[in-house]
């Protein structure tokens, strides 16, 4: 088949009566910044949450690099290199910064528990090699200050980008961001935006961003895909997306501006 | 803060578990006294050659004594042994978050695999008279297999059903141990069997390699059989001590810690459910194997419905006042809750010995036993009903320190540490 990173094959997934995506299809390329966007109660979590296979649709498919993830255990998913961050911060309240980060290496590392019981040796190794690539993510993210806290005591902003370093710790080629500056002022928003750029730039990650800030989708997607009560409205470039009117009316004309 | 923290040079350094100098110091300090702590000091007694004219070697009578007799050495004992199951216990519920009232069962396997392996035949029981470095390993492994036994039914389960079914788990321990093939193992109900001692042996000949149950020698030191053992489990816990410390810091303890906090959340970002809950029962219940196996060679004696649900729940006691998910918490609460009751048994004791004075009017105020008073403790050991006996307000107070600690701290005594040591580092200002 095609070359595609991600390819989603008409999925529809349904809670009872509830119909949250319905036969939505979309790609993704290597590099890409695609953003969905959609009014509130869209499906766009969903299809994060069926995208780490948390929740399995019932019909369609998921292909990544044209092989089907359906199936597979969220945790086989991270491994592929697909990674998250989620809408209510998801973070290891009780463990650190530096902790989290480098549970989000866990699929990077090997030691067993019996080479981590006795420290010395493998174990050890690990540790340090992967405490150097986490204090890079720190370093990126700008957080150095608040390495050794644990995360449930720091502002909302910045555990917004502790779970975005926790995503990066994974080395992804797939970062999913569930509204990545919902609830942030106009500075912490630009700091984001300006993480995400150098993501995509300096890294080469491609990203599926979920957003109702439309000022920030217009500006950094590179393509865009429009839900409305699980069902896909229209898709394609943002200047284009600015312009529908099945888009607008959807929006009931307002935001799209933004 | 007028001193500034120290910054780390590398994250080796900030890794280790004493970073600072200050750390390590504190802790030899804290390790060489609990070495001691069964000695009398000077711990030679007999004179040195030519030097017997120095006024520790005088009279014969120690400097310092710390334990004493060998009933404190007996309790301290178990704070060790029972240490060693409260960090396994630990690892399961205060780390990995999965809360278990089943420990006591998986004591009960490591004692009775021990018993069996190691103990002697005769016509009640069986018995294969293996050396320790057998039966002792034997005691965790089997432990740690049935936990992976079961695991796949508790995995299944959160929180409040973890705990029932795991709860359950006693009640068939101890249906097990009553039926035909588990007396052959633990004796008859009610009357158990003997348990062997520590000897090491190298294989079953007949003089240990090193004898642990008789007094003796060790280079110039006399021993009693009780040193020896505490020798022994204190070696042992310091050593799992250790393994939990490094569980924690590393990939297996992060994966477990993560799904404590968020378990959806942490699959998503490739921590395996099923595998790490796994490992968290089999850890947990191979320290579990150890103690329950160690735990029974203090009293020399094998009882299997001594595995209960209380014993079960005093290990939750031990991490909620300790505070649990922290290893330093999980030892403090095991001192803590083996060590105050027999505080508490010792002052009822001196104050039913005391007559007369302010002493005298404190016993009456709180003893009964005597005349005319309105005491609310029972002088006698057993008691029923009111007033109630010390083992009796032993209980009671428990319930309202885990009521308390639940409440007010609950990081337990732990958290309480943390704080009285950050103010003092924050001395004089308050932040
Ligand atoms: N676990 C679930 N059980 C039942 N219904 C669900 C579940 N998850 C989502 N839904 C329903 O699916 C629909 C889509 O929800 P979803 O969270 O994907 O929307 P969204 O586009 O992310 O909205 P928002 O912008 O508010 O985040 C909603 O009607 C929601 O109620
Ligand atoms: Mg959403």
Known sequence: ?????????DITLRFGGVTAIDGVGFHVDEGE??????????????????????????????????????????????ELGIARTFQNIELFANMTVVDNLLTGRHVRMNSSWLSGALWFGPAKKEEMENRRKVEDIIDFLEIEQYRKLPVALLPYGIQKRVELGRALAMDPVLLLLDEPVAGMNQEETED????????????????????????????????????????????????DIQQNPDVIAAYLGGELTG | MYRRPKLYTSYEQETQLLPTWTQKGLAGAF?????????????????????????????????????????????????????????GLNLLSGVAGQVSLGHAFFMGVGACT??????????????????????????????????????????????????????????????????????????PPSLGREFQDLDIRLWKEETPLINMSDDGRWLFF???EEQKRYLFFLVLAIGFTVLAKNLVRTRTGRAWQAIRDRDIAAEVMGVPDFK????????????????????????????????????????IAILLIGGAGTTSGALIGTFFVIMIPRFVEEFTRWLADAEGGV???????????????????????????????????????????????????????????????NYWKGWPFSY
């Open chain 1, 1 to 9: 088949m095609s070359e595609h990173l991600l390819v989603v094959d």
């Open chain 1, 33 to 78: 910044l695609f953003s969905i966007i959609g009014p509130n109660g869209a499906g766009k979590t969903s299809i994060f949450n069926t995208l780490s296979q948390v929740y399995r649709p019932q019909e369609g498919d998921i292909l990544w690099k044209g092989e089907s993830i359906m199936g597979m255990r969220p945790d086989k998913v991270a």
């Open chain 1, 192 to 239: 984001m935006a300006r993480f995400i750029l150098d993501i995509r730039r300096e890294l080469g990650i491609a990203m599926i961003m979920v957003e109702h800030d439309m000022g920030l989708v217009m500006d950094i997607a590179d393509r865009i895909l429009v839900l409305d009560f699980g069902q896909k409205i229209a898709q394609g470039l943002p200047d």
């Open chain 2, 31 to 87: 390790i060489a006294v609990l070495f001691l702590l069964p000695f009398d000091i000077p711990v030679i007694t007999d004179p040195i050659p030519g030097l017997g004219w120095l006024p520790i070697f005088g009279d014969g009578i120690p400097v310092v004594r710390f334990l004493g007799d060998g009933e404190w050495i007996r309790v301290t004992s178990q704070v060790l042994v029972l240490a060693i199951a409260a960090l």
């Open chain 2, 114 to 187: 021990a018993a069996y392996l190691g103990g002697h035949a005769d016509s009640q029981v069986w018995g294969h008279s293996l050396p320790i470095w057998i039966w002792l390993p034997g005691a965790g492994i089997a432990a740690a297999l049935v936990g992976i036994i079961v695991s796949p039914v508790a995995v299944r389960v959160r929180g409040i059903y973890l705990a029932i079914v795991t709860l359950g788990l006693v009640f068939v321990g101890i249906h097990l141990g009553n039926m035909s093939f588990g007396r052959k193992i633990a004796g």
């Open chain 2, 222 to 224: 006399d021993v009693t």
């Open chain 2, 276 to 315: 790490s809950k796994l490992e968290a029962f089999a850890i947990s219940s191979f320290f579990a194997g150890i103690a329950g196996a160690l735990v029974v060679s203090l009293s020399g004696h094998l009882l299997s419905d001594e595995f209960n649900l209380f014993f079960s729940v005093e290990f």
């Open chain 2, 359 to 421: 002493s005298g009017a404190v016993a009456n105020a709180i003893l009964t036993g005597g005349e005319g008073d309105f005491g609310f403790v029972s002088s006698g050991i057993e008691s029923q009903g009111w007033p109630l006996s010390v083992a009796d307000w032993n209980v009671v107070l428990f319930g309202v320190l885990i009521i308390v600690f639940l409440i007010f701290e609950p990081l337990g005594l732990f958290g309480i540490w943390i704080k009285v040591r």
